[in-house]
């Protein structure tokens, strides 16, 4: 589950409203009106949404390491469908398409230039409680499912980077000046060749707060037309995520540190125009080893995306 921003610069992200409801004014028999009665908005019952989005970024990471050091690009789709007093269910996919031919000559797979090299279909149910006025309690649970083009594999090689599937959960608090959330993603099936390093059982997982700054209103712009959302977090992983990674045979470490900032510009309704840097630093001996000379990466990108 490859993705430039490891969950942070997430692209594509969206919230549906419900309709406003207004009752008309009844009329008795004796022709005096009789008072309106105001409907609850939860009787609207369900509503769809929908998101398309496209990122670029200037390196692919997986868990802070480097899979691909140049530019890629990955546009996504999904579709939702959301009821107040229940939950939010959503479909989507997004695929990662490389911009160079670093799959031909150092990636260890086929020239992808402008193709794609991988597609994540997947499936989320989340959840939102209010705790008070000012606090909301966020759940999500998803399934990805990870497809790699045959394509990509060498023609004097045997097919070593199989589909995969992974199960994401994410628990975080929203509408604090500090928002918190955990995330864990686990993997589901191996990817490799029976016998070798596989990934099956990989954990990792990753703790962070945020905070989102509404700067447009201070220059009096609409609310939440220009927002600025630091992101600082530490990731951690399990025995199989590392051996699957660089083959680093520790039960748990404290893998990396990161942090991101990005800029969202809002300039209609729906349309989000969000440039973005990042980083992220080893900060396990073994892991720092075993980036070498990426044990520091940097990252900008920028992503668009409509929501309608």
Request: with cysteine; proline share 4%.
């Amino acid at each position: 589950m490859k993705t430039c921003l490891n969950r942070l610069a997430l692209i594509a992200l969206f919230g549906v409203v419900a309709p406003l409801m207004a009752s008309p004014v009844e009329v008795a028999e004796d022709n005096k009106p009789v008072e309106s009665v105001e409907l609850d908005e939860s009787e609207g019952g369900w509503v769809f949404g929908s998101a398309v989005g496209l990122d670029f970024c200037s390196k692919q990471l997986t868990y802070g390491l480097v899979d691909n050091p140049h530019a890629i690009m990955t546009p996504s789709l999904e579709l939702s469908w959301s009821h107040d007093d229940y939950f939010t269910i959503a479909i989507g996919a997004e695929g990662i398409f490389d911009m160079t031919n670093y799959g031909a000559k150092d990636g260890g797979y086929n020239d992808r230039r402008w193709k794609y090299q991988e597609f994540d279909p997947y499936i989320t149910l989340s959840k939102s409680w209010d705790l008070n006025d000012d606090t909301a309690l966020v759940t999500d649970l998803g399934y990805i499912y990870e497809y790699h083009p045959r394509s990509c594999n060498k023609p004097a090689q045997d097919y070593s980077n199989p589909d995969t599937q992974w199960l994401t959960f994410a628990i975080g608090l929203e509408d604090n000046f500090l928002n918190p959330t955990f995330t864990v993603e686990y993997q589901l099936a191996r990817q490799g060749a029976e016998g070798e390093t596989d990934g099956k059982g990989g954990i990792y997982a990753t703790f962070e707060l945020s905070h989102e700054f509404d700067i447009g209103t201070q220059m009096g712009m609409e609310e939440g037309a220009l927002c600025l959302t630091p992101v600082v977090g530490i990731g951690m992983a399990n025995k199989d995520r590392n051996m699957a990674d660089f083959e680093a045979n520790d039960s748990f470490m404290f893998r990396d540190a990161f942090a991101s900032i990005e800029l969202a510009y809002m300039p209609v309704e729906g349309l989000s125009i969000a440039p973005y840097i990042g980083c992220h630093q080893q900060i396990d001996s073994k892991a720092e080893d075993a980036a070498g000379d990426d044990d520091f990466v940097a990252y900008a990108g920028i992503g668009v995306s409509y929501e309608f």
